[in-house]
């Protein structure tokens, strides 16, 4: 039974993945992301969002590219050497917590590698209006003179753990 059961369940968890077209997205000419379904795209003033509610309503998937050239004047070299001091890093867990209300709970921090960049991955709790939970996974880092925040909101915990593995995992940086 066991020899049947392994090949079912095998070719079921294939089947699934294949049913999901991934589409690749730019959001700089540096770095990319795949998203299962077409996210919505916004540009301006330096910065550009890619958003995805999962048609099921159990996720959403969110990618933004930050120019920090545009936005707060920083080039590159001095963006990178920031970057190399730990209080920058605090910075931008303190502004990114902060900026999600006051409802918002900080889980779990963690420095990460993406590809071959430094990263910050954050793990937030925040509560909605209906008193559910939603859990907010976040990657940040750096590429050249921009940031790009890389976030998977698990809707009340409802959001599949392979969707956000599968989105994060996506990220191509050249």
């Not at 089947?15 to 700089?28: D, M």
């Not at 590698?113 to 509560?127: E, H, P, S, Y």
């Not at 209006?129 to 976030?151: E, H, P, Q, R």
């Amino acid at each position: 039974m066991k020899h049947i059961l392994f090949p079912l369940l095998l070719l079921c968890t294939i089947s699934l993945h294949a049913q999901i077209n991934w589409q690749k997205k730019s959001l700089s000419e540096r770095v990319s992301i795949a998203f299962p379904e077409t996210p919505k795209e916004t540009v301006g003033n330096g910065m550009k969002s890619l958003i995805l509610k999962l048609s099921d309503s159990t996720a959403n998937l969110i990618a933004v590219e930050n120019d920090l050239q545009v936005t707060m004047g920083l080039d590159e070299a001095t963006l990178e050497a920031t970057m190399e001091n730990e209080e920058t890093w605090e910075q931008a867990k303190i502004a990114f917590v902060s900026s999600m209300g006051a409802d918002a709970t900080l889980v779990q921090e963690e420095k990460i590698m993406v590809k071959d960049r430094k990263a910050l991955k954050l793990v937030i709790n925040r509560k909605t209006d209906k008193n559910a939970i939603n859990v907010l996974t976040v990657l940040i880092f750096t590429k050249g003179a921009k940031s790009y925040n890389i976030i998977f909101n698990s809707r009340a915990g409802k959001g599949d753990e392979k969707v956000k593995e599968a989105f994060f995992n996506s990220i191509e940086i050249s």
